[in-house]
């Protein structure tokens, strides 16, 4: 039997355990996700395994005297099994601690976060969102936050609309991206948007531990033939509503090749790899949507962009890169 949400090992250890400070940290929860633990060290990490590859996502979700015993046995552990570890989405703190422990490490992208403490949208910088939201608004869409046992049926509708429009080999992604439903849905929060009483869009948004509390914005679905503005219209109600409560971080998840800056690199990290997530940020739009991506998340002027690592155990390799895609479901 399951343990209960609120006394879950890993649910435990992403919120008391902040020293990475990361803002994913709730995607450990996301179903179908292996966890390790160690008689002999206090927390956890999380991980898939791909073929012969082990994907571990972020850090070690522990306290910060068991931190290293934890990433020892865990690297043992994989070691022994004949298989390749690579760990993804690690913070900085994550990176100079497994760079430390002979890890090639290499930023691979960023995430970013508003401040809502002094947020509003005036100012011309915010003219053109203002427009697509007021656009959305004339449509007819109202927003409202919505309990998401509610609404399975028409959030399942909006996903298979949604993921249609993507092409006929488009998949559903995992791992690094959040999820509706499950053990842990109450911790979330859902704003639904409808027009006429049809749901045509939703933001499900994850809470965020540590130093910069809030909520992430995640996974996000729009009908394909929706009115613009649709996203925009839900997250900017969300906001008002984060705000009105205290709430002082809404962060936008992480983008993967963008951000990139070489001042944020390690000693030790792989120049070949270096080229590579640049290459990818300029020509991989196939690969990964990054520019679209960060084109949404910028058009809300945020405060921070937080560099995020790839680690690798040895050399960086192009076959241990690719099967982080492979635990996204992405191929």
């Not at 343990?3 to 709730?26: K, M």
């Not at 934890?70 to 100079?96: C, I, M, T």
């Not at 930023?107 to 947020?119: E, K, N, P, Y």
């Not at 009483?197 to 130093?211: E, N, R």
Request: contains cysteine; charged residues 20%.
């Amino acid at each position: 039997m399951s343990a209960p949400a609120a006394d879950h090992p890993v649910l435990s250890a992403v919120r008391t355990h902040s020293l990475a400070e990361n803002p994913s940290s709730f995607l450990a929860l996301n179903a179908g996700n292996d966890v390790f633990a160690a008689p002999d060290a206090e927390g956890v990490i999380v991980y898939r395994r791909t073929g012969r590859h082990v994907v571990q996502f972020g850090g070690p979700f522990a306290s910060p005297d068991s931190y290293g015993t934890l990433l020892e046995r865990f690297v043992e552990h994989v070691r022994d099994r004949g298989l390749r570890l690579v760990g993804v989405q690690l913070q900085r703190a994550d990176a100079e601690r497994y760079a430390a422990a002979g890890f090639t490490v290499n930023q691979i992208g960023a995430s970013w976060a508003v401040g809502l403490a002094d947020f509003a949208l005036r100012g011309t910088r915010f003219m053109q969102l203002r427009n697509k939201i007021s656009r959305a608004l004339r449509s007819g869409l109202q927003v409202k936050e919505v309990t998401a046992d509610d609404w399975y049926e028409a959030l399942a509708r909006i996903d298979g609309a949604w993921l249609g429009s993507k092409g006929e080999h488009a998949r559903p992604l995992e791992f690094l991206v959040g999820e509706v439903g499950g053990q842990f849905q109450a911790h979330r929060r859902l704003f639904l948007g409808t027009i006429d009483g049809s749901p045509v869009a939703y933001i499900s948004y994850s809470p965020v531990y540590g130093s910069r509390a809030g909520w992430m914005h995640d996974l996000s679905r729009r009908v394909p033939d929706g009115s613009p503005g649709l996203m925009e219209a839900i997250n900017a109600h969300a906001i008002e509503q984060f705000r009105s409560e205290g709430v002082q971080w809404l962060h936008f998840g992480f983008t993967p090749f963008t951000g990139l800056d070489s001042r944020h690199e390690l000693p030790g990290h792989s120049p070949s790899f270096q080229w590579l997530m640049h290459c990818l940020w300029a020509q991989g739009e196939q690969l990964y949507p990054a520019r679209s991506q960060l084109a949404y998340k910028q058009k809300w002027a945020p405060d921070l962009a937080i560099p995020e690592y790839i680690a690798f155990d040895g050399q960086a390799s192009l076959a241990s890169f690719a099967h982080v895609f492979r635990a996204c479901n992405a191929f």
